[in-house]
């Protein structure tokens, strides 16, 4: 069964709670779950939910929430994943598995040879459809947090937060490879993975990476297509953290 997440933090156990509309017609129409039953529930923020439904029509689903925990399913490790825009399809496959894998938030940006360039009208539209990919998928698999998928930046509006390290996969790079960047790194609380395009990174937009502090990292001798890139490098990471 999918995990539901309320539309707000809800409060300790005895409380009401009502889930979203979208999910009341699928609790009742799909599902079909009558009341007295025990549903798992998260509110997007780290916390789960037992709840017992009480009211269950399409139009409203309410329960009354028989306990507040933390929600165990969630890396302590929050990988903001930064994604060069990929053609159509590829980016949601990247959205998708990063959040079944357990990425926190991704931020996706033009870079100089990334292949789509969409208007600003459209990009709005674009960051709602990859919200919703986000979205979907932390329900399939069952997450604490819905991971944010922030707006389309430029390769200068990224954020580079202070003491928070960041890796950029470039098959470039010679000397260093990921294990052996991540086996001289405390685990960290949060971390940037900068991810290229299909036609990969300039060198000067490595440069400039690394300016910012960020330590390119080698996946080996193999080229990963864009969109194999970023979730293996994630799972990789959260794999030598215990994570998975
Ligand atoms: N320059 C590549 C080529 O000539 O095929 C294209 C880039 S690759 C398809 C897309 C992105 O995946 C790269 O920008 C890099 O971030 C990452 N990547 C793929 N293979 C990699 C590897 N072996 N080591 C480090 N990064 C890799």
Same mark, same amino acid.
């Given at each position: 069964m999918p995990k539901f997440f309320l539309p707000a933090t809800a409060g300790a156990a005895g409380e009401t709670v009502h889930f979203t509309q979208e999910d009341a017609w699928h609790i009742a129409r799909v599902l079909r779950l009558a009341p007295g039953t025990e549903v798992r529930a998260g509110d997007g923020r780290g916390y789960a939910y037992r709840v017992l439904l009480r009211t269950v029509t399409p139009q409203l689903v309410a329960g009354e929430i028989l306990a507040k925990e #933390?929600?165990?399913? =969630? *890396? #302590?490790l929050r990988i903001h994943l930064y994604q060069s825009l990929l053609k159509g399809e590829k980016m949601d496959w990247v959205l998708q598995k990063g959040t079944e894998i357990g990425v926190f938030s991704f931020q996706p940006f033009l870079s100089s040879r990334s292949v789509a360039r969409p208007e600003p009208a459209q990009a709005g539209k674009k960051q709602q459809r990859w919200s919703r990919i986000a979205l979907e998928a932390a329900k399939q698999s069952e997450r604490g947090v819905i991971p944010t998928v922030h707006p389309l930046a430029t390769i200068d509006s990224l954020p580079w937060p202070a003491g928070v390290p960041a890796l950029v996969a470039w =098959?470039? =790079?010679? =000397? &260093?490879s990921l294990r052996q960047v991540l086996a001289a790194?405390? &685990? *960290?609380e949060e971390l940037i993975l900068v991810v290229g395009p299909e036609g990969g990174f300039a060198r000067e937009e490595v440069e400039f990476f690394v300016d910012r502090g960020a330590l390119p990292v080698s996946l080996g001798p193999r080229i990963l297509r864009a969109e194999t890139a970023g979730p293996v490098t994630a799972a990789l990471i959260l794999y030598h953290y215990g994570e998975m």
């Open positions: #933390a929600d165990e399913s =969630e *890396p #302590a =098959e470039g =790079e010679q =000397e &260093k790194m405390p &685990k *960290p």
